[in-house]
């Protein structure tokens, strides 16, 4: 059923991350500018990142969107059974098309399950 990890997400305060995970032989494949932050999706070693750059954004340890980890995502074969298997809200598509949703773990991170 759980075939990897999909992406990691993390929320960055500039550009100077994209720049890092650049040297670090990340490639950036595509960017999409929001009213409220910025999101570069890089992929490299078979691992997509994704950086929602937020120079706003505050940190707040207890506040779940500090800087740092946002959220894990679990790549799935099949999106409908894995809504079966766990509480899950939402079936959403993503910038390229492809469907997931999320949920929580019992210390309440968010996991992504995404086919």
């Not at 650049?22 to 409220?36: M, S």
């Not at 937020?54 to 740092?68: C, I, L, M």
Request: net charge negative; glycine share 6%; charged share 25%.
């Amino acid at each position: 059923m759980i075939q990897g990890i999909h992406h990691i997400s993390i929320i960055a305060s500039s550009e100077y991350s994209v720049h890092y995970y650049n040297r670090l032989g990340f490639e950036e494949i595509k960017r999409i500018n929001r009213d409220y932050d910025t999101v570069v999706i890089l992929s490299g070693y078979g691992i997509e990142l994704l950086l929602f750059i937020d120079p706003k954004h505050t940190y707040v340890p207890s506040d779940s969107e500090y800087y740092g980890i946002r959220h894990i995502a679990l790549k799935v074969d099949n999106i409908e059974k894995i809504t079966e298997e766990f509480e899950c809200g939402p079936i959403l598509e993503d910038w390229f098309g492809k469907s997931y949703c999320f949920t929580q773990s019992p210390d309440g991170l968010s996991i992504e399950f995404h086919e």
